[in-house]
């Protein structure tokens, strides 16, 4: 038994006719207001200081939050620097709080992309993390209310890598033979955000390693720029270059750092 | 498309018309409810049933990767919130899910009683699905997969939390939480093939007819995973006049049992005896026979125990200056062990012999078989920062502070290779077992400064910057010790270096707010680093990288008019590496670009109805070796372009009162996939893949909302040769009930 649906641009420009001649006669017959993503119904700007009431331990540290750089104002409200982001909030306070009556950006990443757009086209590439499948969220890697956004670097007291070992523990470590990539964070390799790539890496095949390990030829003997060499690790790599990527089986294998190998082979 | 899914679709089906059914006939109980600006508020309790049924034409577990959804579609209770005032001042509530199929479940239980704290507990677990590809080679259509591709992963996560906040006394936080993480996932560290079409040659003057190898690493691979993590955490915080005080304990164990197994010329023998290098013409081998089949297992387990010490303060001095700082201290150590256990196939005279690590002697370097005796590793870190906040006036915010931390990390790993010498004539197999030692020892400390500052007195103007360095001068010494060819133990790998880390990170920015019609925001940064390795021994030999990166973030949001806004973001960066070998040799390894052109639009013609479009625009290539190699090499490797464009429209409108309905469309597309030349394999995405849908959405009575989607699904990929190719139509119902 097979089922083969007909789908094609006829029934597509019939069905999308269709349905705009449905939102046609229902924006003649309802006087009702739908709402875009992410905005709250009706709500106004009441200013920072409102939230603050009720909200002080999320808007205390905010003037040190990178967000904060926005400054946003609104010329009746003043510092709308949270309602930014979480929707105009006079329903919010008019109802003591009740749910629903705020966005709450750490259910839904709209609100993030409303200005990152390039992090929508991230997500919905094959290879992210599943934030659009409402699995992972912005939140859970990023803190808006206080300190940098990108958490943990700079004078922050711990270390970048934290914010992806805390999930990824088998590459956390410390291994013997660590790759020193790793030090400089995970996002040498991965953008976590999303790529094209598999696993997230910001390039799939020996490039992605060749970004620090190229060397110049004449660390071999007789080796000059242009003969054909690729060098790394004071060996020529060509012909296993053609074989496969780096990191294939048998070559180096433990990428992330090795208990075994200094080579990271295995 | 197999039975099941088809009858599965056919009970959505009916489910579906029976819900799109009811969102055409008559809203009952619409005139006990009065009508709101928005007919779907969110409830304070209600339960949201939901099904998900896909009829996939194609390669089913591609599909579920790419949408993270079962192909055989799932069904459930998508969320449930029920909350409840069991008095004055105390609340309860418990949040749910559960989704068969996806295997998404949630149970959480949250108290809370105004000034006294909360209680909370509860469990989760979500499902990540892969699909187990491998890679495909153009030349004869090469595509291997794995038995079962529909792999998949399980994250689970328990947690019980006690907070104490009462007024003006201390808050305490006492927190526990077990995750899991088990399940098999894909591998991209694909096992060798001969089956490429790229014909090898044996016998008198072989190698002149045979540039290219044959071998392409193209056969899948995958992890079993067994993760564990537990967390305790204490904390407390309290504030004492004007200074804030945080005091944290968290002590980690984390236990993981990684498995990979991996899967090398499956399906080759070579010959016995060998064809022979005196055979005259030189003759093709048949790809069967050109190597022997390797298979087996790489184990890696962690047993590790973490506890880490944090305190931090605030002070605030006046309302222009606050004083800041804090102390880490963590002590951890882990038991590591490896257990790799690879099985060589090896013709001989008297047949096949399969043996652990085996070989033939010279040149037959045996596949890297080991088991760790014992291994362990420590690690202390201890950091400290201090720095002030300065508030001078109202429109200018600054901050100065810097930060110590020293980082000393060792350990050990006793292992014993296991190789086992076959004689080919005899097929007898002798045992060479090789125990080695691997030390490591490393130490670094690091320095980093850092100011910030946010400048607002320019009206609808903020300006900001920021400036971190980071100085780390360490030692690292290594001792790592294998086995040659021969399988006997080889010289060992010894490394002892001074190394000096220099990062500079600079960044600049501002925010104008022209008019209430038009906001434009711009940023710089310049990242500028050198990672030098210096050996001990001999002055000038060492390795140095270094990169400058360098980027331009602007976004303009225009609001043409009061219901349309088009927000336009524009990011470059552009970076260049460089590395030096003993102080002489420096080449440029890397010379990176990438340009994205984001822009959204916002319509709201009438309150009826909205318009959102995006679309992503990317520009990325990554050059390394290409074309600075030259000759043969050009032909291994090109830049890894990772270029692709990425869309979506929705437009949702009022059908009626109680009926909103929405047409939602997404596209992307990626074409950086060349088809490989005989001397390469070449890897860069080529898709297209596009889906529609249609949503309606009826308030059926004022406590209870219908949803019908009926959608379709297409993706093309040139990348598996179509192998990995899916379409196909899908319907989503659900019923959403106040409670």
Redesign the interface.
Known sequence: MSFKPRWNKTTLILGGAAAWGLLLVGCVMADRTVIAPPKVADATFVGTKKCAQCHEDLTGHFDGATHSNLALKDSKAGDIGCEACHGAGSVHVKSGGSKGTIINPAKSPETCFACHLDKRGEFSLPNAHPVLAGKVGCADCHDPHKGKVIKRTGAELETPNETCTKCHTSQKGPFLFPHQAMQEGCTVCHNPHGTVNQKMLVARDANLCLRCHLEHPSVIAGGVLGDGKIVAGGEDHRTRLQNGTCWSAGCHEDVHGSNASKAMRY | ?N?TT?TS?RSASLFASLALALTVGPARGADKAP?S???F????SYIKVTGLVP?V?GKDSSYA?????PANGSYGIEALHY?KDVSDSTNVSFDGRALSGAE?YLGAFKATKNEVGTFEMGYKR?R?FYDGTG?FFPLNNRWMTLVNPGLHTD?AKFWAEAKIERPNAPKFEFRYTN?Q?TGKK?S?????TDFTGVPAYYGVGASALNP??S?????P?YIN?N?R?QNWLGAVKHTVGNTDLDFEIVHNS?K?N?V?W?N?YPGELQLFPRQSSATNPPQIYPPETISNQVSGY?R?M?D?KTTGY?G?FETKCTDALTVFG???YSKGS?D?G?D?QMTQYMPTAVGLVTAVGGFVGAGGRP??S?K?DK?E?N?K?F???L?L?F?PQADL?S?F???Y?KTD?D???S?TYTSNSINQTTGAVTPVIVPTA???DRSEKSW???ATF?Y?GIK?L?L?G?I?YRHSPGSEY?N?T?VTTGGGAGAP?I?DDNVK?NHA?YKF?A?W?LN?AVSL?GEIFYKD?T?GFYDKATPGAGFV?GYQFMGTKL?A?VKAQNNLTF?S?F?QQTGK?D?T??ST???Q??D?KNY?F???I?W?P?????V?A?I?V?FNT????YP??????????R??D?N?T?G?FI???????E???S?QY?F?R?G?YNVPTN???????G?KEYT?A?VVKRKLTSTLFGEAKVG?FDSKNDTTGGNTNFK??MVYVSLTQAL
Not at chain 2, 215 to 219: D, I, S
Not at chain 2, 606 to 610: A, N, P, S
Request: overall charge negative.
């Open positions: 498309m039975l088809f679709l009508l600006a928005d007919a508020p969110l409830f304070e009829s034409t990767r790419r949408f993270q959804a909350a998404d979500f990540t890679g994250r995750e993480r894909d991209t560290i694909w096992g060798d290219y190898s071998n392409r690493k193209l056969v691979s995973l993760e993590q984390t993981s990684d990979r991996m090398r790489d890696q962690l590790s944090t931090k804090g102390v880490l882990a590591i490896g790799r596949p890297y080991y760790t291994g590793t690690e870190v950091s400290y920062n720095g906040k508030h915010f901050t502070a810097v930060k931390e990390v350990g050990f790993n292992v691997n030390l490591a980093i400064p850092e946010r607002t609808d903020s900001y920021n971190d290594g790592s294998g790998v490394s880390i990170h920015g925010n707010t209430q925001r680093h990672n990288l976004t949001i927000t973001r990011i590496m590395t070998i003993d040799a420096n080449i390894s890397n990176t994205n984001g822009e959204t916002d709201s009438t309150k009826q109805l909205f959102q995006n992503n990317v990554i050059q390394t070796a600075l190699a030259g000759g043969l090499g050009n032909e291994v490797l830049n890894a990772n692709y990425s979506s437009t949702g409108f009022v059908v009626d009162k009926t909103d309905a047409l997404t992307y990626a950086n001397a390469s394999l070449f890897y860069g995405a898709v529609v249609l379709y196909g139509p």
